[in-house]
């Protein structure tokens, strides 16, 4: 049986003449989709804003796009449409999305980002004449985020485990609040708007939720001060960065259905999962997520043994009390 999912990393495939997720042709360079919902430029205001790509150079939200088919427009829109909805209400609406949609919409707009660079990286070669060099790795998790996003338009089943894991958390932010992230290279997102935050990590198998599950147990239901989901923000940047192992997935397809099962992550090497945790590099990342408030690296590891924190105090018990500005 010819397989029904569209490998575009077979022929390296990121023109504007073919659907981003189908292969499929396209009559007019005008079938496109916006990277970023349209909804969200317009509420913050975000369409002109910089938007800064992997070669430095700045471009804007709304002139991220991807060449899109009617079939997959329409599927894109159903998922935008529930997930708006939701956003617009509020922290409780979003914690009740299913996980497999808030993935759809979050891989969408990252492969969005993903794609948008991979163009300007094939323009660079063009116009330097020289052989265009990619990651292999890259190509290995751009390849099954992909797969696994084609879901929106294939009947797929995830066996065992999301090979995804989408975390929603209730912020106390002010109301201007937009701020997005992403880290392309280990698939880790996410965005901080209204009155809640999103973690969510893409290729893991749910791995970085359980390294840091100590943590977030002790978070319950609490909501969080802007300084603290950073914090959180953070703690699972860095540890994305730690987490050294390529995950693999097995395809199934039927003729009712694609079947994606994760293998195990333990291999023969008996090798951690995430590598040590350097006190220093972490207070690096930390700095820089906490930017708005101005603490610096030599703040943050005063204590190397115990770094900076504004999650729980000294008797470990949730500090509900921060008296710092809603940035």
């Not at 073919?18 to 079938?31: I, K, R």
């Not at 509020?90 to 996980?99: F, R, T």
């Not at 060099?133 to 999301?162: D, G, I, T, W, Y």
């Not at 940047?237 to 994606?260: C, G, H, Q, W």
Request: proline letters at 6%; one cysteine or more.
């Amino acid at each position: 049986m010819e397989s029904r999912l569209y490998n575009p990393f077979i022929a390296f495939k990121f023109d504007n003449r073919a659907c981003f997720l189908t292969g499929e042709s396209l009559e007019s360079a005008d079938e496109q989709v916006q990277v970023f919902p349209v909804w969200m430029m317009q509420a913050f205001d975000l369409e002109e804003k910089p938007f800064k790509m992997l070669d430095e150079n700045i471009v804007t939200y709304k002139s991220l796009k991807l060449p899109c088919s009617m079939k997959v427009a329409q599927a894109l829109e159903q998922v935008e449409e529930r997930v708006a909805k939701a956003m617009k209400a509020g922290y409780g609406a979003v914690k009740d999305i299913p996980e497999h949609l808030l993935f759809q919409w979050i891989g969408k707009i990252l492969y969005g980002v993903v794609f948008n660079e991979i163009q300007a990286g094939i323009r660079q070669t063009i116009a330097s004449g020289e052989e265009m060099n990619f990651s292999q790795a890259l190509v290995h998790k751009f390849r099954n985020l992909h797969f696994m996003l084609q879901s929106l338009v294939l009947p797929v089943e995830f066996e065992h485990v999301n090979p995804f894991r989408v975390q929603v958390f209730p912020v106390d932010n002010a109301p201007e609040t937009f701020l997005y992230r992403d880290e392309i290279n280990s698939l880790v997102f996410s965005i901080r708007m209204g009155d809640f935050a999103v973690i969510a990590t893409l290729q893991d198998n749910g791995t970085n939720a359980i390294y840091h599950e100590e943590i977030l147990n002790g978070l319950g239901q609490q909501v969080l001060h802007p300084i603290q989901f950073e914090e959180i923000c953070a703690r699972y940047f860095y540890s994305a960065y730690l987490f050294n192992r390529l995950p693999e997935y097995t395809y199934m397809e039927t003729l009712d259905k694609v079947f994606i099962e994760p293998m195990p992550l333990n291999d023969w090497t008996l090798k951690p999962i995430f590598d040590d945790w350097q006190t220093k590099t972490y207070g690096q990342v930390l700095e820089n997520f906490w930017k708005p408030w101005g603490y610096t690296l030599f703040e943050i590891i005063k204590d190397p043994e115990n770094p900076m924190s504004f999650l729980f105090d000294e008797n470990g018990q949730f500090r509900k009390m921060i008296d710092l500005p809603k940035v």
